[in-house]
């Protein structure tokens, strides 16, 4: 079932017509090291499911006008199919948030281009701000088979199959797309914990997610548990390494045996006031189970939120519950904080 009325979606297909008259005064940041991007329409037959792509990466080559594309976030401009990188580098792998798109983190993106890594980012058909059903919300196992799938083709590809390190690859993500990291990491979610977690009167406030209100009512549909009972183990041993910012679904773990297969170094990342994930019983859930993990809460009036990109200000105005933050938050120095800790992460372990 499509979804067209997503709140986020209306904000920003509004402000892209309002961003698009204002296209080339609006303020882009500048950047000492060149950013290549380049977009892959990959479709994973065997799930009949599209994985979008998305792939930056350190180029020689320069800007041009036509590389000057609108966008409503405050972004660094990135040379379209620039050349490759000429020696082998590390990979990140990003997945996006509830709601979101494998354009939302792209502060993170920058930050990890610029210290030499080249990161790829996927759409999560289903649970995107362009195409939202209540079972891209509800299976979140779908998510870590789109970022495997994805990897394969990237390591398949003629220009950037020869470039990608593969003894030097990690994981990274934000929200559900924190959880889709850990899963990665050989994280198993027990479905009927988290259930009964959504159904319980704490759990029924935050399964109402702004970006699709009611998914309660279909969190019985026979559809998904047997989409869980079909997905295959998750874990995917080729990323050495997972960052994961304020991850979700942390209600479905209660058991140190959930996580007996996570080895590889893990860093997770908390908001000090995210009411959407809340830290006690998702980032610090996650925390506790997993023993040998490294655990960071961003103090202060820090929402949920903060992690998305920063935006013009029309699209502040527009969707001010996922682009505004408390006054006493500085949306662009959280980003650079948490930003620095993930490039520190992966280049102490993706040696």
Known sequence: ????????????????????????????????????????????????????????????DTLTQKDKAFSPFIRVQTVR?????????????????????RLTLEWLVDKLVQNGFIVAAVDHYGNTYEHSTAEGFLEPWERPQDISFALTQLLKDADFGSVIDRQRLGMAGFSIGGYTTLALAGAEINLEVLKAYYKSPKGKKEINLPEFPGLLNYIDKPEILQSFKNAPPLKDTRFKAFFAICPASGQGFVSKTQVKNVTAPVYIIAAQADSIAPAATNALQYHQLIGKSKYYVVKGKVGH???????????????????????????????????QLAVDFFKQNLH
């Open 305 to 339: 939120y903060v992690f998305l990109n920063e935006t013009v200000d029309q699209l502040k105005k527009e969707a001010p519950t996922y682009f505004t933050d408390d006054a006493s938050v500085s949306r662009h120095h959280v980003h650079e904080e948490v930003s």
């Open 81 to 101: 199919n620039g050349k490759v990188p000429g020696k082998k580098m590390p990979l990140i792998f990003v997945s996006h948030g509830a709601g979101g798109g």
């Open 1 to 60: 079932m499509q979804v067209n009325n997503n709140p986020m979606t209306r904000s920003i297909l509004v402000s892209a017509i309002i961003v698009f008259l204002q296209l080339f005064s609006f303020e882009q940041k500048a950047t000492a090291q060149n950013i290549g991007e380049r977009t892959f329409q990959y479709k994973d037959e065997k799930r009949n499911r599209p994985v979008i792509t998305e792939i930056w990466y350190p180029t020689t």
